[in-house]
């Protein structure tokens, strides 16, 4: 009797997976993946989905200061970006945020600055919603010009509306510091809890810390340790809604940061007004002063040949600073803009001053001795410092396990999200061949190369 029992139990479990074997590849059929011919290894989602996740201001390195159970978790089971992920020059918010959403570097998306003045025009941008600033095509863009759709859970210019994009207030909430991060993430997860084909594709989440901590006191403070943790917290929060949903294997997870942060005293300051044995330099020449000195010289009707005059004050000003007898002059080098060393890529924009300062790391540049003595954090320096990257984790079919990568600079991401969406991705300067070197070609996680 009990013997006929587990015949008649086995033959049924036989037939249940026959059939589920059957929906399978029915299913399987008129699946996305029927058209790449690639096999479709979702149960839940019908589609590849990404959600992107920037923590500002997370310097590569802060993941060893305290206990990151969840990052290291997303380490452990993705792909890591071996010793962080490099920003674009200048290594700041605005210009980062929006190189990874372009794939542009700042000279060609226009956001050169966090806030600038056009040298030709004279308009001022301060991180303004206003489109004429905001070229190039962002993701969000690209996806809904493609009939996709996107959630931008704040990120900078997000809220700027461009072709098929027009900021919806359901899928682009304006940007309010005082929505809790918990708030965030439970805002980002409940999209997952839509019918099927209300899933958006893409998706983009935004912490403003540990950056706010790393200002207000530089990286190495307990308060920016305690951010760091905090942080942890969120991604385990987004880990563990993700999970309770049974897509934590499905979705793409990319978590990343704009830029690192360092330590920057008052001890360590460049004086402009001590260059005033070479060359005078008025306080409005100065558009911004440090970490990227921003000049703009405003020279008098009668001089012909501005450019001449500018070359000559960069070699003035280099004169001195190298002379041995200015203060922390050997930590800043002056250039005009077209000379500036070309791994910047920073230089083709009628936007950028004609004379850009390249200041050493955690140097600040002041006009003079008056004022406040204090130490903080800040970020904006070159990008060759190790102290200004920030990290690269991806997690999710379209990640292996366990597998490291060489550092890249953040403008390839562009290209990996349209990859792994499928989306025509817009001329940009990333490179094509990167998606390869870091995403697998199939729908299946596994071993390391
Ligand atoms: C910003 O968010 C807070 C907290 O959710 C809310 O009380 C406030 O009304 C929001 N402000 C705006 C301008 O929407
Ligand atoms: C110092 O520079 C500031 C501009 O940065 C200017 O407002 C101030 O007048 C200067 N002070 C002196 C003593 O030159
Ligand atoms: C960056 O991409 C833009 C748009 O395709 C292009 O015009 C520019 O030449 C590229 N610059 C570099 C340095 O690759
Ligand atoms: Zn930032």
Same mark, same amino acid.
């Given at each position: 009797?009990?013997?006929?029992?587990?015949?008649?139990?086995?033959?049924?479990?036989?037939?249940?997976?026959?059939?589920?074997?059957?929906?399978?590849?029915?299913?399987?059929?008129?699946?996305?993946?029927?058209?790449?011919?690639?096999?479709?290894?979702?149960?839940?989602?019908?589609?590849?989905?990404?959600?992107?996740?920037?923590?500002?201001?997370?310097?590569?390195?802060?993941?060893?200061? !305290?206990?990151?159970?969840?990052?290291?978790?997303?380490?452990?089971?993705? !792909?890591?970006?071996?010793?962080?992920?490099?920003?674009?020059?200048?290594?700041? !918010?605005?210009?980062?945020?929006?190189?990874?959403? /372009?794939?542009?570097?700042?000279?060609?998306?226009?956001?050169?600055?966090?806030?600038? /003045?056009?040298?030709?025009?004279?308009?001022?941008?301060? *991180?303004?919603?206003?489109?004429? @600033? @905001?070229?190039?095509?962002?993701?969000?863009?690209?996806?809904?010009?493609?009939?996709?759709?996107?959630?931008?859970?704040? @990120?900078?210019?997000?809220?700027?509306?461009?072709?098929?994009?027009?900021?919806?207030?359901?899928?682009?909430?304006?940007?309010?510091?005082?929505?809790?991060?918990?708030?965030?993430?439970?805002?980002?997860?409940?999209?997952?809890?839509?019918?099927?084909?209300?899933?958006?594709?893409?998706?983009?989440?935004?912490?403003?810390?540990?950056? *706010?901590?790393?200002?207000?006191?530089?990286?190495?403070?307990?308060?920016?340790?305690?951010?760091?943790?905090?942080?942890?917290?969120?991604?385990?929060?987004?880990?563990?809604?993700?999970?309770?949903?049974?897509?934590?294997?499905?979705?793409?997870?990319?978590?990343?940061?704009?830029?690192?942060?360092?330590?920057?005293?008052?001890?360590?300051?460049?004086?402009?007004?001590?260059?005033?044995? @070479?060359?005078?330099?008025?306080?409005?020449?100065?558009?911004?002063?440090?970490?990227?000195?921003?000049?703009?010289?405003?020279?008098?009707?009668?001089? *012909?040949?501005?450019?001449?005059?500018?070359?000559?004050?960069?070699?003035?000003?280099?004169?001195?600073?190298?002379?041995?007898?200015?203060?922390?002059?050997?930590?800043?080098?002056?250039?005009?803009?077209?000379?500036?060393?070309?791994?910047?890529?920073?230089?083709?924009?009628?936007?950028?001053?004609?004379?850009?300062?390249?200041?050493?790391?955690?140097?600040?540049?002041?006009?003079?001795?008056?004022?406040?003595?204090?130490?903080?954090?800040?970020?904006?320096?070159?990008?060759?410092?190790?102290?200004?990257?920030?990290?690269?984790?991806?997690?999710?079919?379209?990640?292996?396990?366990?597998?490291?990568?060489?550092?890249?600079?953040?403008?390839?991401?562009?290209?990996?999200?349209?990859?792994?969406?499928?989306? =025509?991705?817009?001329?940009?300067?990333?490179?094509?061949?990167? !998606? =390869?070197?870091?995403?697998?070609?199939?729908?299946? /996680?596994?071993?390391?190369?």
């Amino acid at each position: 009797m009990a013997k006929t029992k587990h015949v008649m139990y086995l033959k049924l479990s036989l037939t249940l997976l026959i059939l589920a074997h059957v929906l399978a590849t029915t299913n399987g059929l008129d699946s996305p993946s029927s058209k790449t011919g690639r096999p479709w290894p979702f149960k839940k989602l019908n589609k590849p989905v990404v959600l992107m996740i920037s923590c500002d201001g997370f310097r590569f390195g802060y993941q060893f200061k !305290t206990d990151t159970p969840n990052i290291d978790l997303l380490i452990s089971e993705g !792909t890591e970006a071996k010793s962080g992920l490099i920003p674009v020059f200048p290594t700041m !918010t605005f210009p980062n945020h929006y190189s990874i959403a /372009t794939g542009l570097y700042p000279a060609y998306h226009g956001i050169i600055m966090n806030s600038f /003045t056009d040298p030709v025009t004279g308009d001022k941008f301060n *991180k303004g919603l206003d489109p004429k @600033w @905001w070229l190039g095509e962002p993701l969000w863009v690209t996806a809904a010009n493609q009939g996709r759709k996107a959630v931008t859970y704040f @990120w900078p210019g997000s809220e700027v509306p461009k072709d098929s994009w027009t900021c919806p207030k359901e899928l682009c909430p304006h940007y309010n510091s005082s929505v809790t991060f918990e708030e965030r993430v439970d805002n980002v997860l409940s999209y997952f809890d839509l019918p099927q084909s209300d899933i958006p594709d893409f998706l983009m989440l935004y912490f403003d810390q540990p950056d *706010k901590e790393g200002h207000e006191y530089g990286p190495d403070d307990p308060r920016v340790t305690a951010a760091v943790g905090r942080v942890d917290k969120m991604i385990g929060r987004v880990i563990q809604g993700l999970k309770k949903r049974e897509i934590f294997d499905e979705v793409n997870v990319i978590l990343l940061g704009d830029h690192g942060m360092v330590t920057n005293c008052d001890m360590k300051t460049i004086y402009i007004d001590d260059l005033a044995e @070479w060359v005078k330099i008025p306080a409005d020449w100065i558009n911004a002063y440090s970490p990227v000195l921003a000049m703009n010289p405003k020279w008098g009707k009668d001089v *012909k040949n501005p450019s001449e005059k500018n070359a000559e004050l960069v070699a003035k000003m280099n004169e001195g600073l190298s002379s041995g007898k200015v203060e922390n002059g050997e930590f800043l080098q002056v250039y005009l803009k077209e000379k500036l060393p070309k791994r910047l890529h920073y230089s083709e924009s009628s936007r950028i001053p004609p004379i850009v300062g390249m200041v050493g790391e955690g140097l600040i540049v002041r006009q003079n001795r008056t004022g406040v003595h204090e130490c903080y954090g800040d970020h904006g320096y070159d990008n060759k410092y190790f102290s200004m990257r920030s990290i690269f984790i991806g997690h999710g079919p379209r990640f292996k396990q366990g597998k490291k990568v060489p550092s890249f600079e953040n403008v390839q991401i562009y290209n990996v999200v349209a990859e792994i969406l499928g989306l =025509r991705p817009a001329s940009n300067n990333g490179s094509s061949l990167f !998606t =390869r070197s870091i995403l697998s070609s199939s729908g299946e /996680t596994g071993e390391v190369d």
